[in-house]
């Protein structure tokens, strides 16, 4: 079965970077889409970007448009995210998620589309 472990998170001050990847093992297709979410305590997991792995076609939610980009290398089986201009408002649990779509033509953004999640990894922005 499908299982993704998250890791490069830590401790960062604001404005700098910082680099997650999403590694996957027990892959059975070639049409999953591969998200990141966060989620700050007590509030809603939160959709930041998303990539359909067969072509690469992304979605950004708007709080990160021009400071985080997705990726994936097909030969690693690994998704990344770079995360640049890093704020406070950052600071979160990051997941990794995957789901084959029944309609492989619109990317999933929400949580609840997704089915197989990774365990999380830890990003503070702070001085």
């Known amino acids: 079965q499908l299982q993704l472990v998250e890791s490069g998170g830590g401790l960062v001050q604001p404005g700098g970077s910082l680099r997650l990847s999403c590694a996957a093992s027990g892959i059975t297709s070639d049409e999953y889409t591969v998200g990141w979410f966060r989620q700050h305590p007590g509030k809603e997991r939160e959709g930041i970007s998303c990539?359909?792995?067969?072509?690469?076609?992304?979605y950004y939610a708007d709080s990160v448009k021009g400071r985080f980009t997705i990726s994936r290398d097909n030969t690693k089986n690994t998704v990344s995210l770079q995360m640049n201009n890093l704020k406070p408002e950052d600071s979160a649990v990051y997941y990794c998620?995957?789901?084959?779509?029944?309609?492989?033509?619109?990317?999933?953004?929400?949580?609840?589309?997704?089915?197989?999640w990774g365990q999380g990894t830890q990003v503070t922005v702070s001085s």
């Open positions: 990539i359909r792995y067969n072509d690469g076609n992304t």
């Open positions: 998620a995957a789901v084959v779509p029944h309609n492989p033509s619109i990317i999933p953004t929400s949580w609840r589309e997704f089915d197989y």
